[in-house]
């Protein structure tokens, strides 16, 4: 049945075929032979992918594909607002915000969404300073004209309210200060995103108040870039089959380019200088107990750290451990990121945040249910939600509440202290008059 074909091949291979076919099933025979068809079809569509690839001329293809980084740098020239309810509307369709203002053009729109954000980050510093006519205060306290500078937002009375201050400690990533989650502000409201709430609530209530600035590290600038694409080829004297290699390398790093272009991911490089001694949120927060609110008047201090912000209160706590005991009366922790095994915590830390903490952690049972305690650290409940960006606006009362509780409780303390000291003051008075 076979017999024509495998002629045919031993006309075209020689004599060692022959004997090959001889010995092998004709269908064997059949699949080899497709096989080296199919491995030439697959060079040949190789050769034909790189010469195309030569001909692409990726600058020009990349003009027409993504529109240049040029965003507006109001929120007047995105044509958005935010209305009477705090929530972010295009002004013309009264629409919340579109991610994807751009099918397909995903880095595109994370680049648009990271300009709204910076443009958000401003605004929130304008309500601090007008709405909460809080000041800014600059990091380090002795810097020079010439180096990386951060910043927190106190109160009128932060510094000199004898009673009560408040510290809000965020968590990491882009957020600055004032803020909570950027994804809140644009996508629901000022309400759940931003500290602007916690803020005047304390305020109304006689607390002082400081805004922290943990993630404001550092100074970003640009480096001198040079163009990424390699250069052409030069004529040489290589051989042939050297240049092969070297164009097939050429041809990758075109592509391999070419799909880093496609990523949302940052190209630009840049060198980050970081402000001394707040390079990380850790320092930041230690710098500004340190600074500020170790020498503030306020007899109770009070602080919410939410998510990271947790970890770099327990570092304080690691760092000064007898100053915050004398001075902080109760913390709130919002789904905090903390560990105290991971961060070595002391058996008296761990005794103190039992008494001290309370931890209000995503989850779906309803708000202030008591949960099981993963460490043997502080008491976790209820955020009411599963959401862990809004566990610190679902808390809002909660948090209130337990802050209230321990100040009268340190009210009732001090009075029965007092009033030993008196009594006893007394008595040993009428003993000295005795005598």
């Known amino acids: 049945m076979f017999y024509g074909f495998t002629s045919v091949i031993t006309e075209r291979k020689g004599p060692m075929l022959f004997h090959f ?3 092998t099933p004709p269908l064997f025979v059949l699949w080899i032979i497709m096989a080296q068809v199919a491995g030439q079809e697959d060079r040949e569509k190789t050769t034909a992918l790189k010469d195309l690839l030569s001909r692409i001329d990726l600058d020009e293809l990349m003009k027409k594909d993504e529109p240049p980084f040029a965003f ?30 751009r099918e397909d053009l995903h880095r595109w729109n994370q680049k648009r969404y990271e300009a709204l954000g910076e443009i958000i980050t401003q605004y929130v510093y304008e309500l601090l300073e007008k ?9 380090p306290v002795d810097a020079t004209e010439d180096e990386p500078t951060g910043f927190i ?16 400690i965020q968590g990491s990533g882009v957020v600055r200060a004032g803020q909570w989650a950027r994804r809140l502000i644009i996508n629901q409201d000022l309400n759940s995103g931003t500290q602007i709430p916690f803020i005047e609530r304390a305020m109304q209530e006689g607390y002082g ?12 600038v640009e480096k001198s870039t040079k163009s990424p694409l390699p250069s052409p080829t030069e004529t040489s004297d290589e051989p042939a089959e050297k240049r092969e290699r070297k164009d097939d390398k050429e041809g990758k790093k075109k592509k391999e380019f070419y799909e880093k272009y496609r990523n949302p991911q940052r190209e630009t490089e840049t060198e980050r200088i970081p402000i001394r001694e707040n390079g990380s949120s ?18 109770n ?17 690691n760092q000064r451990e007898s100053e915050v005991k004398n001075k902080v009366c109760a913390v709130a922790l919002t789904d905090s990121a903390h560990n105290i ?17 309370r931890n209000w952690v995503s989850s779906p049972e309803p708000l202030d249910t008591t949960l099981e305690p993963m460490m043997p650290d502080c008491p976790r409940v209820s955020a009411g939600t599963e959401r862990h960006e809004l566990t610190s606006w679902m808390s809002f009362d909660s948090i209130f509440r337990f802050f209230s509780e321990f100040h009268a409780k340190e009210g009732e303390e001090a009075e029965e202290t007092s009033n030993s000291v008196t009594t006893r003051s007394g008595s040993h008075k009428n003993r000295h008059q005795d005598l």
């Open 341 to 357: 095994w991971l961060q070595e915590t002391t058996k008296s830390t761990q005794d103190w945040m039992q008494e001290h903490c």
């Open 301 to 317: 201090v009070f602080i919410m750290a939410h998510s990271y912000g947790g970890l770099s209160f327990v570092e304080l706590m």
């Open 72 to 101: 507006p740098k109001t929120l007047e020239e995105f044509e958005y607002a935010f209305n009477e309810y705090g929530q972010l509307r295009h002004i013309k369709t009264g629409e919340p915000f579109v991610f994807n203002a």
């Open 21 to 23: 076919c001889a010995a």
């Open 209 to 220: 108040v400081m805004v922290l600035n943990p993630n404001e590290n550092y100074l970003e």
């Open 131 to 139: 709405k909460c006519n809080m000041t800014k205060e600059t990091l």
């Open 282 to 299: 850790e320092e930041h927060v230690l710098y500004v107990w340190d600074h500020f609110v170790s020498r503030a008047a306020a007899k």
């Open 153 to 168: 937002y106190l109160s009128p009375d932060a510094l000199s309210n004898p009673s009560k201050l408040l510290v809000l």
